[in-house]
């Protein structure tokens, strides 16, 4: 009796291997997930013209968001002062290349949205190409938008736009934005959800798919349409929804046929959609700027100033056509003051640069340019008109450096300064430059000049060596910009109230 009891013991504890077995490795006792029949599946609201697919799960099945996150933060609580101070430190990214992705960001229709990931996969993802890929996406995307409704429309919570009175990235979008609450983020579960599940898809690839996942969510930050705690639980109910869909075995079937298209596609070494290079470019600003602004408080030069610099402008842009033009992006002036503040404070650095400017009378500046100069870099120079440095000049600049200072930081990121597209970079000697210019070039080191354009050493060298006809000039006004590359007066901040 014993040994038939270790005997059926032995066959019980054997045949649970065996079935454990099956199970892991998915031997004949387990079929293969189905997948999905590929153009059988009905659009996903056709209305909104998205080019979504209905999703795997009943809407019912769908995680619920409203049980599942916290109440967005209450006003004056310090979690909205967080949403709020983080929604000022990405303005000064408007009108820069992560701008620009931001907007592009906003685009979910198909086969927009899925390109959106092709440069972090490192290959293209096309209905074509990848259909089944595709297909997990286009009906993934929809269980992860709607996951994020029933918290929606619960908490009907106001966008940023609406209570900061800032501009958006997407203007034409405003009405629908407003009727479309803002907690959680949508947009930030679809951006997420897809990260997740190409990770899954192309491990080798996960830094940079749940990397750009993450940024999809933050530029909705960037493009002042959500508050940061959207985007925090936003990313929450896209992980929440993913773990969802792989217990239904369409989307495991689903996933298992496009980790094989995309291996062959991968195998062929097809490049990958759009502009990968500016992409990462625009991606490295982030979404906020640490909250601190490069400025410029500076002096607009009059009329006289404005056809000597031009005139020279134009005579290095003859030699040297790579240089830039003095226009909107690139205004001629004399700086007085060069300083990183916090953003948070730009309002009262204002103030702080009228009430010293409150008496100054445009008149009182008169200045004399004597000679032209030059700063290397490379083999070029950013060439310049100087000014001397009068007695009233110095007084000034020094009374803005006292009023200006509650308000300083030490030093700042490339995420301080104004970049467009085309000049999406930030010289790192620039940075240094600015951290330094009090006391490095201040009071008895101060230079006045108005910048004039680029051209190389041996060309600048020869003009230097030419005689210089004095002028006079007067300020025509004052002004605070962000600094650009160069040191240039990229983006005005605000206009000074300098007296005529």
Known sequence: MKSTHNHR????????????????????????????????????????????????????????????????PLAGSSAQANDEGIARS???????????????????????????????????????????????????????????????????????FQENNEPIAVPDARDFLTKDPSYPSGHTAVGWGFGLILAEIAPDRQDEL?????????????????????????????????ARLHAD??????????????????????????????????????????????????????????????????RLRAVYPKGFALDASHRPHITLLQRFVRTADLDQVYAAAN?????????????????????????????????????????????????????TVPTGTTGAFFTTPKEPNIQPALITYVAAFVPDSTGTKFNPHVTTGLASKEYLDKMLAQPFEAFTFSPAGASVYQLGDFGTAAKKLKDLDLQH
């Not at 032995?10 to 077995?21: E, P, Q």
């Not at 999809?216 to 896209?238: A, K, Y």
């Open 210 to 242: 749940l990397g750009r996942g993450r940024a999809f969510g933050e530029s909705r930050i960037v493009c002042n349409h959500h508050w940061f705690s959207d985007v925090v639980w936003g990313r929450f109910m896209g992980a929440a929804t993913v």
């Open 9 to 72: 013991t032995f066959v019980s504890a054997g045949l649970i291997a065996i079935l454990s077995l099956s199970l892991l490795t998915g031997c004949s006792t387990t079929t293969e997930a189905p997948r999905t029949k590929l153009g059988s599946v009905p659009e996903f609201h056709p209305e909104l013209k998205l080019g979504a697919l209905q999703g795997y799960l009943d809407p019912k099945d769908l995680p619920d968001s409203l049980a599942l996150i916290p109440p967005p």
């Open 90 to 160: 990405s303005f000064a990214l408007r009108d820069t290349p992560r701008f620009t992705l931001a907007a592009s960001d906003f685009d979910l229709k198909l086969p927009h949205l899925v390109s959106d990931f092709s440069c972090a996969l490192g290959a293209p993802i096309t209905k074509e190409g990848t259909p089944y890929l595709y297909n997990l996406l286009a009906r993934s995307f929809s269980d992860l938008a709607m996951s994020t409704y029933a918290a929606k429309n619960h908490y009907k919570r106001t966008r940023p």
């Open 249 to 314: 075995a369409t989307f495991r079937g689903d996933l298992d046929a496009s980790k094989e298209e995309v291996a062959a596609i991968r195998a062929k070494n097809l490049p990958a959609a759009g502009d990968c290079k500016a992409e990462a470019a625009a991606l490295a600003l982030g979404y906020q700027t640490d909250g601190v602004t490069a400025i410029d408080i500076l002096l607009d030069p009059d009329a006289t100033m404005m056809k000597h610099s031009d005139a020279v402008n134009a």
């Open 355 to 407: 009430k010293v400017l409150a008496g100054v009378k445009a008149s009182d500046l008169r200045l004399k340019a004597i000679k032209y100069y030059y700063i290397p870099a490379g083999g070029l120079g950013l060439s310049g008109i100087v000014a001397e440095p009068t007695p009233e000049l110095l007084k000034l600049q020094q009374a803005l450096v006292d009023a200006v200072a509650p308000f």
